[in-house]
């Protein structure tokens, strides 16, 4: 009961806040409302904020007001544009994860908690905070015994039990909005929410970072034009995390690159290979790959920090990803259209033809364009329009990517706004292509699955009867899938989520 009531009223505080920056019922989407709710929401609209804005561009004000989780609730949206619309996701991309920092007393005793020493004993020169974002906040030390210097990464105080009385909240709205309509139902608002919980816990434990960052290390050592900072295993646990310090100028200090001579096209180009490179040959990519959280070092080296959010991609889907790019490149839109079509994400009663026709109309107005020239985000848009056309089925890592891929192609073109992404992507494609699919992988393959069909050929008969029985339930769930996909309605979705947010507010009150 009690939770209950704090729930409550913790959504109704949301709720408020929203409205004060008309992003609850937005005048835009109030139209798809029915009429009570509509006049409702013209009262609560009266004297609203930032009414020049655009709705995603309201809403992510009102979330950096509401705080950590829901600025994490709307860094999430935004890597699901298939879901709430580009233009939304756009906007909440922008968020600016900036908070006030915690005091310095808070952090050093964060860090003896962790290590059981004061913090005098571990580093020397510890600084103030140098930047603080929701979930956690910077500075910058020495080793005490070694002297090398180090970011070091501490959780806000208690930011684990807030940010879970939040998520508990979000659940209960989800809840109700599912149970409210069946529009909101077909997006799984419940669902999302704990997506949403599943991926905070892992930015909620430092040690997570620490192995991506290790990770990433050992997949950037083959280039030696970029790097990745060590890891100081034994100043890194659940609330600290321990980094080598990487001197340099941050690639969002643009005058200061300038004003060292870097090669900004060479750099812009670096950006686009590491991305694909991380993506195509490691399958696991850095997926917050903005200008802030890239440094030029003294060597010129391009090196990347902030490891909290990370993708994932298994080999199938890679290749299924280089195929389309690709397709993209060489202009072979069949050949891409085939590829989506084999690997399941357009059921087979779509034709291939007009899929490769869609194609081509994302495609050919891109040919022999430079960035300048280019939307890449209308470009984007576009495509998400085609896989709703075909009733597409996006695989989360899919969309991750592509939202990757639209950072990458920004920070690029901001460094060089001539740069042709196609020419900048077709190496690391092309190479990838050659060696996972060209002739001597495929010999390879053929190698290995012959050797694995000398071991099995004894069990065959077993086999038989196991793919029998596996092409039933293949086919059954495949009638299953034939329903229709949902067609997400943006506004429908955040008009009436809105007014039921309201509404519960009210009534639970
Ligand atoms: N290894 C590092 N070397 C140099 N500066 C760093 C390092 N790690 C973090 N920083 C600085 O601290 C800031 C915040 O760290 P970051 O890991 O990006 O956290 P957040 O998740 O809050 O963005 C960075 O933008 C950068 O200025
Ligand atoms: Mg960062």
Do not use: C
Not at 99 to 128: C, H, N, W, Y
Not at 399 to 415: A, D, F, I
Request: glycine share 6%.
């Amino acid at each position: 009961m009690l939770t209950a009531i704090n729930d409550t009223a913790r959504i109704a505080r949301a709720g408020w806040t929203l409205a004060r920056h008309d992003a609850l019922i937005p005048r835009e989407y109030a139209h798809l409302a029915p009429a009570p709710l509509n006049a409702l929401a013209s009262v609560l609209r009266l004297g609203a904020a930032n009414g020049t804005k655009r709705p995603g561009e309201r809403l992510a004000i009102a979330f950096e007001r509401l705080g950590p989780a829901y600025v994490k609730l709307g860094q999430f949206m935004a890597t699901r544009p298939d879901i709430i619309g580009f233009e939304l996701a756009d906007d909440l991309a922008r968020l600016q994860d900036k908070m006030p920092p915690f005091p310095e007393a808070e952090a050093r005793r964060e860090i003896e908690k962790a290590f059981g020493k004061p913090v005098d004993d571990l580093f020397t020169d510890f600084s103030a905070p140098i930047a603080a974002a929701s979930i956690a906040q910077a500075h910058k030390a020495r080793l005490k015994d070694s002297g090398e210097e180090v970011a070091v990464k501490i959780l806000r105080p208690e930011i684990e039990q807030k940010a879970a009385r939040e998520f508990r909240a979000f659940d209960r709205a989800a809840r109700v909005l599912q149970s409210a309509s069946k529009t909101i139902r077909r997006m799984e608002p419940v669902k999302f929410i704990e997506t949403l919980k599943a991926s905070a816990a892992i930015e909620l434990d430092l040690r997570m970072e620490a192995g991506a960052a290790s990770e990433i290390k050992e997949i950037l050592a083959a280039n030696p034009k970029t790097r990745a900072p060590k890891v100081h295993w034994p100043l890194t646990a659940r609330r600290v995390l321990t980094v080598e310090w990487i001197d340099g100028v941050s690639v969002s200090d643009f005058a200061e690159l300038e004003r060292q001579g870097v090669d900004r096209k060479a750099l812009a180009n670096l950006v686009v290979d590491i991305f694909l490179d991380q993506a195509l040959n490691a399958g696991f990519f850095h997926a917050d790959m903005h200008q802030g959280n890239m440094i030029v070092d003294g060597e010129g080296r391009l090196a990347l920090i902030d490891f909290g959010i990370m993708g994932r991609l298994d080999e199938d889907t890679r290749r299924t990803f280089a195929e389309i790019i690709y397709g993209f490149i060489s202009r072979n839109y069949r050949r891409t259209a085939d590829v989506h079509f084999d690997a399941g994400y357009i059921s087979p009663e779509h034709s291939r033809e007009e899929f490769a026709q869609a194609l081509r109309a994302v495609g050919e107005p891109l040919q022999g364009r430079n960035a300048a020239q280019v939307d890449m985000s209308r470009v984007l848009q576009q495509l998400f329009d085609v896989t709703d056309l075909f009733d597409m089925h996006l695989r989360p890592e899919l969309v991750l990517l592509q939202r990757t891929m639209v950072t990458v192609e920004g920070v690029s073109r901001m460094l060089d706004p001539e740069i042709d992404m196609w020419a900048a992507a077709t190496p690391t494609v092309k190479s990838y292509i050659e060696n996972s699919l060209g002739p001597r992988a495929q010999a390879e393959k053929l190698r290995a699955a012959t050797r694995k069909a000398m071991d099995v050929a004894p069990k065959l008969p077993h086999y038989v009867e196991e793919i029998g029985k596996a092409a039933e339930e293949f086919s059954a769930m495949r009638r299953e899938e034939k329903t229709p996909a949902p067609r997400h309605n943006l506004g429908v979705w955040l008009g009436l989520s809105a007014v039921v947010i309201a509404a519960a507010a009210f009534f639970f009150r």
